[in-house]
């Protein structure tokens, strides 16, 4: 499996911006399909973007669409989330996913936590108002 370490979070006011790193260790994370999920106090995780292992394939909540943008960068086993014009209901931990499986499966099962087999520890993403 491969180990991923999430950064970059941090308390913001509303309308400002962070940018979120994971970095990968163990395997090349160029053979990962990623997903970046969050989960605010008392609720569950939830999907926030997608990449496929090329980059070629992005999705987006449409909570989050226009406002954050997910990217990576095989040669340095990064991907990150830039989220811009936070707004308080972003407030949450941010974690970072990794899935080995089928492209295939992962375009029509990549909202689904049960589809990431590797996980990050979180990074706490607090927006205030």
């Known amino acids: 499996q491969v180990q991923l370490v999430e950064s970059g979070g941090g308390l913001v006011q509303a309308g400002g911006s962070l940018r979120l790193s994971c970095v990968a260790s163990?395997?090349?994370?160029?053979?990962?399909?990623m997903g970046w999920f969050r989960q605010a106090p008392g609720k569950e995780r939830e999907f926030v973007a997608g990449?496929?292992?090329?980059?070629?394939?992005?999705y987006y909540a449409d909570s989050v669409k226009g406002r954050f943008t997910i990217s990576r960068d095989n040669a340095k086993n990064t991907v990150a989330l830039q989220m811009n014009s936070l707004k308080p209901e972003d407030t949450a931990v941010y974690y970072c996913?990794?899935?080995?499986?089928?492209?295939?499966?992962?375009?029509?099962?990549?909202?689904?936590?049960?589809?990431?087999?590797?996980w990050g520890q979180g990074t706490q993403v607090t927006v205030s108002s």
């Open positions: 996913a990794a899935d080995g499986g089928d492209f295939y499966i992962w375009s029509r099962t990549y909202r689904d936590l049960r589809t990431y087999d590797s």
């Open positions: 163990g395997r090349t994370l160029g053979s990962y399909a």
């Open positions: 990449i496929s292992r090329g980059g070629s394939s992005i």
